[in-house]
Structure formats: structure tokens, C-alpha cells
């Protein structure tokens, strides 16, 4: 088996500078790095996670308590898990993924047996039960979602009030006075959702003070539910010429639903959704949208986590809460509504 001194003598280095180069633990020229992590590669060597764990009193595992909720579109859930695994793996961390159920008791099992250095929590809740125990725990925690109480963890998300006044001014500015804003199930929202009704109360505002008609739904999360309910929402309000749409499930659907009410974007109907580009690409949506950055906030959320774990931040230092400013990215589905 190769161990660190095989890689040590085919690079030409100390074995503690190449120990260093592939820990990370202290700093080695980007060449020295370089080599020594070519040449890793080459011989197949892969630190030993027991030593490693010796050696540093950590486990080099990161937690991460997430839930695919029937009522939510799964995969846009995986968007979030995939900007924390991979921001993990990259500052050499394994990720111990949890699905329980029962939150709380999967997270106190995960940090009282000490099988992780720190938790990233998904699903946020406004009032979220897990809090208290993450608080109580002796590894740090960071949270992809905004709870109603930030204290003692670190916070990531997108700026959800800004989404929405960005989505309705953007129509408003197109001349456009009769919208639908459709929004997660209301399952969600009695969950504890806060970022929709963060979103919709900003947008119910906006529209408001600019004096245009907007009308909120709650809709489905999946087929053929959703399908079925934007045929009957746009049945019924045939003078609505701009759509917002804070539900990936509906965004999915929006297409299909289009085409079969020989409809189209813009021409018909300008659209403005709130989800990834890379949601858009794998859905082949057409619709302008806010970008939500889940893997913006993922990589947010590890690289603070592991600056706490390995003490690049003082034990005492305040904790964070920080919003991803909102991003429209232009796909040519808004224009100015036809003429009456």
C-alpha cells in the first residue's frame, strides 16, 4: 500500500512537505502542491482516515441533515446536497449524509458519538426543532436556509425578499399590471418554509406600492397535480399577461402546460421563475429567473464550517448570516404585454 513517504520520495520533498501539501495544515508553494498531489495520484495513494483522524482529533467528516419531503421537488433539493459535497471533498472532508426523519434525534446521535466535526442542516424551518440541539452540541453547525432565531450558527441563503421585489419590478417596468405569483404548497408554509412567505409577502408589497393587481396561489409540488392546477389557474384568468413562479415543480410543468393551451413566452405570457441555471438546463426551461444559487450557498456554508472546525476562526467569534443578493438571468421569456 503507498503510504505518505512513497509520495514524499517520488516528488523529491520532505515527507513533512508532503504531508503539509496534501493536508493543507500549513503553507507549500503552489508548485511544491502541484507535484505532490500529481504524484498522490499517480501512485494511488489516499490518506489513512484513521491516522488522520489521530493526528489532527478530528474525523474529517462533515454531517449533513437533509430531507426529501414529499411536498417539496426533490431534485432541486439535490442541487443543495451536491454544493456541499463537492466544496467538502474539495477542502478534504467525506460528508455523512442523513435522511431521518426524525431530524433531532439523527442529529444527536451524529454529534454526541463524535462520527462528525460539524453539521450543515438543509430544509430549514422558520421554528426549526433541530436548533436546540446543534446549539447544545460541541461541533459547530451552518444552515443553508434563514431560521426565525440565528443564534449560535452560521446562516447562508438567498436574499428571498429582494427576489420578489426584483421579479415584480421587472415586470412592472415592462408595462405589465395583472400577475400570478405561484408558490410552494401550502404544506410548506405550515411547515415553517419562511423563504415563501418571505418572497411572496416582498412581492404582494411591491406590487402594492406600484399599484399592479397580483394574485398568490399555493400549488403543487409534482406531477400531475401541478399540471392540472396551472391549466386551471390560467383558465381562470385569462387578463393575467405575467407569471412568477416560486415553485420548481411548476416551472417543470409551465412548458407542457403552455403548449397544450397554445400559448407562449413571451409573446402570450412573460414568465420569471426562482431557481438554478443548472435547473434550467436540466428541465430545458426557456424562462427568465432568479438564480437561487444552491451551489453558491453550499460551498458558503462547508468553507465557514471548516474554518470553524479548524480554528481559522476563533471559538468566540460572532456568528454570520449572510444572503446571496438575487441575480435575473435574461432567457427572453418577458416582454411587454400585447395591446388590449
Not at 419590478?169 to 405550515?190: D, K, M, N, T, Y
Request: proline share 5%.
Amino acid at each position: 500500500m503507498v503510504n505518505i513517504g512513497d509520495v514524499a520520495r517520488a516528488a523529491g520533498v520532505a515527507r513533512s512537505t508532503a504531508s503539509y501539501a496534501m493536508s493543507g495544515k500549513r503553507a507549500v508553494s503552489d508548485e511544491v502542491r502541484r507535484r505532490v498531489q500529481q504524484v498522490a495520484l499517480e501512485l494511488g495513494y489516499t490518506p489513512n482516515a484513521g491516522a488522520r483522524a489521530l493526528a489532527t482529533s478530528r474525523a474529517m467528516v462533515i454531517g449533513l441533515l437533509a430531507q426529501f419531503l414529499p411536498d417539496e421537488f426533490a431534485p432541486a433539493m439535490l442541487q443543495y446536497i451536491q454544493g456541499v459535497t463537492n466544496t467538502a471533498r474539495d477542502l478534504g472532508y467525506d460528508i455523512l449524509l442523513s435522511s431521518d426523519a426524525n431530524g433531532t434525534a439523527a442529529l444527536k446521535r451524529l454529534t454526541d458519538s463524535r462520527m462528525v466535526d460539524g453539521v450543515v442542516l438543509l430544509n430549514v424551518a422558520e421554528d426549526d426543532e433541530r436548533l436546540p440541539v446543534l446549539r447544545a452540541a460541541a461541533q459547530p453547525g451552518a444552515l443553508v436556509g434563514l431560521p426565525g432565531d440565528c443564534t449560535g450558527v452560521d446562516v447562508f441563503d438567498l436574499d428571498f425578499e429582494e427576489a420578489g421585489r426584483v421579479m415584480v419590478e421587472h415586470l412592472v417596468a415592462l408595462g405589465h399590471r395583472e400577475l400570478i405569483l405561484v408558490s410552494q404548497p401550502q404544506h410548506v408554509v405550515e411547515r415553517g418554509g419562511a423563504y415563501v412567505w418571505r418572497l411572496q409577502n416582498a412581492a404582494v408589497e411591491t406590487a402594492a406600492q406600484r399599484g399592479v393587481r397580483l394574485r398568490t396561489v399555493h400549488a403543487a409540488a409534482a406531477q400531475p397535480d401541478i399540471g392540472r392546477e396551472l391549466h386551471a389557474l390560467l383558465g381562470a384568468n385569462p387578463e393575467a399577461t405575467g407569471l412568477l413562479l416560486n415553485n420548481e415543480a411548476a416551472a417543470a410543468a409551465l412548458p407542457t402546460v403552455l403548449h397544450e393551451r397554445r400559448l407562449s413566452a413571451p409573446a402570450d405570457l412573460s414568465v420569471v421563475g426562482r431557481y438554478s441555471d443548472e435547473f434550467a438546463r436540466t428541465f430545458s426551461l426557456p424562462y427568465s429567473s432568479i438564480e437561487s444559487a444552491p451551489d453558491r450557498l453550499g460551498r458558503m456554508a462547508v468553507r465557514q464550517l471548516v474554518r470553524r472546525i479548524e480554528k481559522e476562526i476563533a471559538d468566540d467569534a460572532p456568528n454570520v448570516v449572510r444572503f446571496v443578493a438575487p441575480e435575473l438571468v435574461d432567457r427572453g421569456s418577458t416582454a411587454p404585454p400585447r395591446p388590449a
